[in-house]
């Protein structure tokens, strides 16, 4: 009985027992399929090698603290590890969580001095050496944890500090300002001395690019969000680098939109300089300061009704900031912010600031390479090349003395005579005491940015200040809005018209004198003949003043003029006598100046009676053109009586008009006629059969330099050709053999705009 029991009893026992087991299995395997995998944490750091171990979880964490407990606010002190830190601004203690964590991703604030770790004194690492791209305190070693307190300990304001420490300080602040101050209203009353430390903070560590942005956007949040500053007090923020259109230019920009007003150039220059999306080149990088003084002026001609309108858009300004903190783990946070649209993000409106960009860069293009090659932003020479509304505030001493010199050579007549030597001499030149045209083009810009034109000018038909004795300065004609009328180049009636003064100055000098009534003439019929505007006129004056202080002598002249074909001087005595008969009259002083002009050109100078004659009105009747004496053996047949030809010469006005429209065709046959002659640019090597490299440039590069070396100078358009024959672009042809003489001779080898220049030295050392 007693057997039977206990092998009953054994028998309940392991049936228990099993299913006990059974039951235990089973509810573990629920267990496992049911638990939930914790997400991947966010990570902030820069990416390393891959690794493929599973992720550690994270240590345990001490008990929580909270922001009141551990922060130390501005102007109290604490001790860590033997370090006084006097100040405060930082979280001191332990368990204070980050902003955002979840379950799974528990971790510390990074900013916050855990006392209890470990420090090494002996050792500071000073320069930062242990520390992450996203520093932390907990992960820092104890030599970086003793040079991180003591840069607090110093004042926080070492300029050789390693960034990473003033990032891991502003994290602190970042949290005050941008999460405590919600939770805890009282925080607010610090947000001012906060934003305070920050702006010296950026005073002194401002130059790493990566601080300044995060400290720009942080404080422009802080002082707009915080303290509600109205829309209309706003002003552009300061220039820095940004990943994106500041908050502040997003407001205005949206404000003015809304209200259907226009962007001020401010405003307008704001967003340029803040856009991912602008084309700054060169000239408005190095450049800046007089890119930002003349993108406004440009701007205000652009949109003439007070700056550029643009109608709302639907999309609504929304605004999220990004902590540099990897606290804020989970991106940004979001501010509420005024309902205003996003103009930042319209395509249109913003091509239209480009192109004002684009206008203002390449009118500092020629100023930017001269400061670039130079290192010179105020001498006369560098001002000549910048725009003449931003001269003035930055003349040197030696511009203005050499301004001063003119002004007082132009006297109260507003015209004057110069020694050219005396300008050579204060202009920086290649070679003592004589001007390239380049040169001496650069000197006439210089005294137009002043109101002060010069003859000769070779920009209008002269020729170099080099190349005369005396030349006349003159006080340039105003335009409507009351700036002088600097323009650069000549009309073809101006330089038709220059041209013709000069060969009448030649012919009326011939016999040693140029009577006041040849001088009459010379101005009066020139003037009258083509249409000049009043500048124009105004300048031809001064160019005639200089003609008849040093006439330009016959002997070459006459070869050239007998170079030209039949055609040519037939077309040219023609229209000369169309501009001399331009007025209507024809008078001795005029036909004597003619007659001796006549035989320069190979013709007979009683031809100017029959060119004459074909000018008239009608053909039927001989005409008196001037009264002369009774010709022995010759009888004047008697005029008929009351017809044209008895009332005297009338001309064809339709003619005469015809005959000036030549005015192009007549200005380039003088050109070449007084043209200058010119120093031969150094002959090219050889070319090698299997294709030369000189300085470095590819084939095609090489070939255009060498094809460039055939002249001392081109025009632009000739330029254009030989890179189309060659099949470069032409821009990019010269910025490429420039850069290859900076990098071999130091200097640039082709300058100019309209007209390209050779430097003969720089070439020959290219092609040695």
Same mark, same amino acid.
């Given at each position: 009985?007693?057997?039977?029991?206990?092998?009953?009893?054994?028998?309940?026992?392991?049936?228990?027992?099993?299913?006990?087991?059974?039951?235990?299995?089973?509810?573990?395997?629920?267990?496992?399929?049911?638990?939930?995998?914790?997400?991947?944490?966010?990570?902030?750091?820069?990416?390393?090698?891959?690794?493929?171990?599973?992720?550690?979880?994270?240590?345990?964490?001490?008990?929580?603290?909270?922001?009141?407990?551990?922060?130390?606010?501005?102007?109290?002190?604490?001790?860590?590890?033997?370090?006084?830190?006097?100040?405060?601004?930082?979280?001191?203690?332990?368990?204070?969580?980050?902003?955002?964590?979840?379950?799974?991703?528990?971790?510390?604030?990074?900013?916050?001095?855990?006392?209890?770790?470990?420090?090494?004194?002996?050792?500071?690492?000073?320069?930062?050496?242990?520390?992450?791209?996203?520093?932390?305190?907990?992960?820092?070693?104890?030599?970086?944890?003793?040079?991180?307190?003591?840069?607090?300990?110093?004042?926080?304001?070492?300029?050789?500090?390693?960034?990473?420490?003033?990032?891991?300080?502003?994290?602190?602040?970042?949290?005050?300002?941008?999460?405590?101050?919600?939770?805890?209203?009282?925080?607010?009353?610090?947000?001012?001395?906060?934003?305070?430390?920050?702006?010296?903070?950026?005073?002194?560590?401002?130059?790493?690019?990566?601080?300044?942005?995060?400290?720009?956007?942080?404080?422009?949040?802080?002082?707009?969000?915080?303290?509600?500053?109205?829309?209309?007090?706003?002003?552009?923020?300061?220039?820095?680098?940004?990943?994106?259109?500041?908050?502040?230019?997003?407001?205005?920009?949206?404000?003015?939109?809304?209200?259907?007003?226009?962007?001020?150039?401010?405003?307008?220059?704001?967003?340029?300089?803040?856009?991912?999306?602008?084309?700054?080149?060169?000239?408005?990088?190095?450049?800046?300061?007089?890119?930002?003084?003349?993108?406004?002026?440009?701007?205000?001609?652009?949109?003439?009704?007070?700056?550029?309108?643009?109608?709302?858009?639907?999309?609504?300004?929304?605004?999220?900031?990004?902590?540099?903190?990897?606290?804020?783990?989970?991106?940004?946070?979001?501010?509420?912010?005024?309902?205003?649209?996003?103009?930042?993000?319209?395509?249109?409106?913003?091509?239209?600031?480009?192109?004002?960009?684009?206008?203002?860069?390449?009118?500092?293009?020629?100023?930017?390479?001269?400061?670039?090659?130079?290192?010179?932003?105020?001498?006369?020479?560098?001002?000549?090349?910048?725009?003449?509304?931003?001269?003035?505030?930055?003349?040197?001493?030696?511009?203005?003395?050499?301004?001063?010199?003119?002004?007082?050579?132009?006297?109260?007549?507003?015209?004057?005579?110069?020694?050219?030597?005396?300008?050579?001499?204060?202009?920086?030149?290649?070679?003592?005491?004589?001007?390239?045209?380049?040169?001496?083009?650069?000197?006439?810009?210089?005294?137009?940015?002043?109101?002060?034109?010069?003859?000769?000018?070779?920009?209008?038909?002269?020729?170099?200040?080099?190349?005369?004795?005396?030349?006349?300065?003159?006080?340039?004609?105003?335009?409507?809005?009351?700036?002088?009328?600097?323009?650069?180049?000549?009309?073809?009636?101006?330089?038709?018209?220059?041209?013709?003064?000069?060969?009448?100055?030649?012919?009326?000098?011939?016999?040693?004198?140029?009577?006041?009534?040849?001088?009459?003439?010379?101005?009066?019929?020139?003037?009258?003949?083509?249409?000049?505007?009043?500048?124009?006129?105004?300048?031809?004056?001064?160019?005639?003043?200089?003609?008849?202080?040093? %006439? &330009?002598?016959? @002997?070459?002249?006459?070869?050239? /003029?007998? *170079? #030209? +074909? !039949?055609?040519?001087?037939?077309? =040219?005595? $023609?229209?000369?006598?169309?501009?001399?008969?331009?007025?209507?009259?024809?008078?001795?002083?005029?036909?004597?100046?003619?007659?001796?002009?006549?035989?320069?050109?190979?013709?007979?100078?009683?031809?100017?009676?029959?060119?004459?004659?074909?000018?008239?009105?009608?053909?039927?009747?001989?005409?008196?053109?001037?009264?002369?004496?009774?010709?022995?053996?010759?009888?004047?047949?008697?005029?008929?009586?009351?017809?044209?030809?008895?009332?005297?010469?009338?001309?064809?006005?339709?003619?005469?008009?015809?005959?000036?429209?030549?005015?192009?065709?007549?200005?380039?046959?003088?050109?070449?006629?007084?043209?200058?002659?010119?120093?031969?640019?150094?002959? %090219? &090597?050889?070319? @090698?059969?299997?294709?030369?490299? /000189?300085? *470095? #440039? +590819? !084939?095609?590069?090489?070939?255009? =330099?060498? $094809?460039?070396?055939?002249?001392?100078?081109?025009?632009?358009?000739?330029?254009?050709?030989?890179?189309?024959?060659?099949?470069?672009?032409?821009?990019?042809?010269?910025?490429?053999?420039?850069?290859?003489?900076?990098?071999?001779?130091?200097?640039?080898?082709?300058?100019?705009?309209?007209?390209?220049?050779?430097?003969?030295?720089?070439?020959?050392?290219?092609?040695?």
């Amino acid at each position: 009985m007693e057997c039977g029991s206990l092998f009953l009893l054994l028998l309940v026992l392991g049936v228990l027992v099993t299913a006990f087991v059974v039951w235990s299995a089973s509810k573990g395997n629920s267990q496992t399929a049911t638990r939930p995998q914790p997400p991947r944490p966010a990570h902030r750091r820069r990416p390393t090698a891959t690794s493929h171990a599973p992720a550690a979880q994270p240590p345990p964490l001490s008990p929580r603290s909270t922001p009141e407990t551990c922060w130390v606010a501005k102007g109290d002190a604490t001790t860590v590890a033997g370090y006084e830190l006097a100040d405060g601004m930082i979280y001191v203690g332990r368990g204070l969580s980050s902003v955002q964590e979840d379950n799974w991703s528990r971790s510390n604030e990074p900013a916050l001095i855990q006392p209890h770790l470990q420090v090494n004194p002996a050792q500071p690492d000073r320069n930062g050496e242990g520390l992450d791209y996203w520093p932390s305190y907990e992960k820092l070693s104890a030599r970086t944890r003793a040079g991180y307190l003591e840069w607090l300990a110093s004042g926080r304001r070492a300029p050789d500090a390693p960034v990473g420490f003033v990032f891991l300080f502003f994290y602190g602040i970042e949290r005050r300002v941008l999460a405590d101050s919600r939770t805890a209203p009282a925080v607010k009353d610090e947000i001012e001395g906060l934003l305070d430390e920050v702006e010296e903070l950026l005073a002194v560590y401002g130059d790493n690019h990566s601080f300044q942005g995060y400290a720009s956007s942080f404080l422009e949040v802080g002082r707009l969000l915080l303290r509600q500053v109205p829309l209309a007090e706003l002003e552009p923020p300061p220039e820095v680098a940004r990943w994106e259109v500041p908050l502040t230019t997003k407001l205005a920009l949206g404000a003015f939109a809304e209200k259907g007003e226009p962007i001020p150039a401010e405003w307008a220059l704001s967003w340029v300089l803040t856009s991912q999306n602008a084309r700054l080149r060169t000239p408005a990088q190095r450049c800046r300061e007089e890119f930002r003084d003349l993108f406004p002026l440009r701007y205000a001609e652009r949109f003439r009704d007070g700056g550029l309108k643009i109608k709302p858009n639907k999309t609504r300004l929304s605004v999220s900031y990004r902590p540099a903190s990897p606290s804020f783990r989970y991106g940004g946070v979001d501010l509420v912010v005024p309902d205003l649209p996003d103009v930042t993000i319209l395509k249109a409106p913003f091509r239209k600031l480009q192109e004002v960009v684009d206008q203002v860069t390449d009118e500092l293009d020629a100023y930017s390479r001269w400061v670039g090659r130079k290192d010179d932003r105020r001498s006369p020479a560098a001002l000549a090349l910048m725009p003449r509304e931003l001269v003035s505030s930055r003349l040197s001493e030696e511009g203005a003395e050499l301004v001063a010199g003119i002004e007082a050579s132009l006297g109260d007549s507003g015209n004057g005579v110069v020694d050219p030597a005396l300008l050579i001499a204060a202009w920086p030149t290649r070679k003592a005491g004589k001007l390239t045209r380049l040169e001496s083009t650069s000197l006439c810009r210089f005294l137009s940015h002043y109101g002060v034109g010069i003859e000769p000018d070779c920009r209008f038909a002269g020729p170099s200040l080099t190349k005369t004795d005396r030349a006349v300065v003159f006080r340039l004609e105003e335009t409507p809005n009351g700036t002088p009328d600097d323009r650069e180049e000549a009309t073809a009636d101006y330089q038709a018209a220059a041209l013709l003064l000069r060969l009448a100055a030649a012919v009326a000098a011939a016999d040693g004198e140029v009577s006041q009534h040849e001088e009459q003439h010379l101005r009066e019929h020139v003037e009258n003949g083509l249409e000049l505007s009043p500048a124009e006129q105004r300048r031809l004056d001064a160019h005639l003043r200089w003609l008849l202080l040093d %006439p &330009p002598g016959l @002997a070459g002249l006459k070869r050239r /003029l007998q *170079g #030209l +074909d !039949a055609e040519q001087r037939h077309s =040219l005595a $023609r229209f000369l006598l169309a501009v001399a008969a331009a007025d209507g009259r024809f008078d001795p002083a005029e036909v004597k100046i003619l007659q001796k002009v006549y035989p320069l050109l190979g013709l007979e100078a009683d031809d100017v009676f029959t060119d004459l004659h074909a000018l008239r009105s009608g053909d039927d009747e001989p005409v008196t053109v001037i009264e002369g004496e009774p010709a022995t053996g010759y009888e004047i047949p008697p005029q008929g009586a009351g017809g044209e030809a008895a009332r005297g010469l009338v001309l064809d006005a339709e003619k005469i008009r015809a005959t000036r429209d030549d005015t192009e065709r007549v200005s380039s046959i003088l050109t070449e006629v007084f043209k200058e002659d010119e120093e031969p640019a150094p002959a %090219p &090597p050889p070319a @090698a059969e299997s294709g030369p490299s /000189l300085c *470095g #440039l +590819d !084939a095609d590069h090489t070939a255009f =330099l060498l $094809r460039l070396s055939e002249r001392p100078h081109w025009e632009r358009s000739q330029i254009e050709h030989l890179a189309d024959e060659l099949g470069v672009l032409p821009d990019g042809a010269l910025e490429t053999i420039n850069e290859a003489a900076i990098e071999t001779c130091g200097d640039l080898l082709l300058e100019g705009d309209d007209v390209i220049e050779i430097d003969g030295e720089i070439l020959q050392e290219m092609t040695a």
